[in-house]
């Protein structure tokens, strides 16, 4: 038989270790991708501005849905967020 890692054996250990890499980078690729997309605290550009934006402007009008704010505050509020 093959015991001095000739044949298959010798082949396994290699396989796995290149199995093992390539799990790890797709866990990478994956965790990379879903920081990109949520705007974490280590990315900046035009997305993470456009989603804050997005974000204060509803909380405004939710704001202004349930009458916590006037109609005056709400449309300043809605204009100092627009110029930024």
């Known amino acids: ?3 001095n890692h ?3 054996m010798g082949g396994y250990w290699i396989m796995m270790f290149i ?7 797709a866990v990478y690729l994956f965790m990379d991708s879903t920081n990109s997309k949520t705007g974490s605290e280590n990315r900046s550009g035009p997305y993470r501005q456009r989603f804050s934006e997005e974000g204060a402007l509803e909380i405004i009008n939710q704001r202004f849905a349930k009458g ?4 005056e505050e709400y ?7 627009r110029q930024k």
């Open 75 to 81: 449309r300043n509020k809605k204009k100092l967020l």
């Open 19 to 25: 199995f093992i890499i390539l799990v790890v980078l």
């Open 68 to 71: 916590e704010i006037d109609e």
């Open 6 to 8: 000739h044949g298959m």
């Open 1 to 3: 038989m093959y015991w």
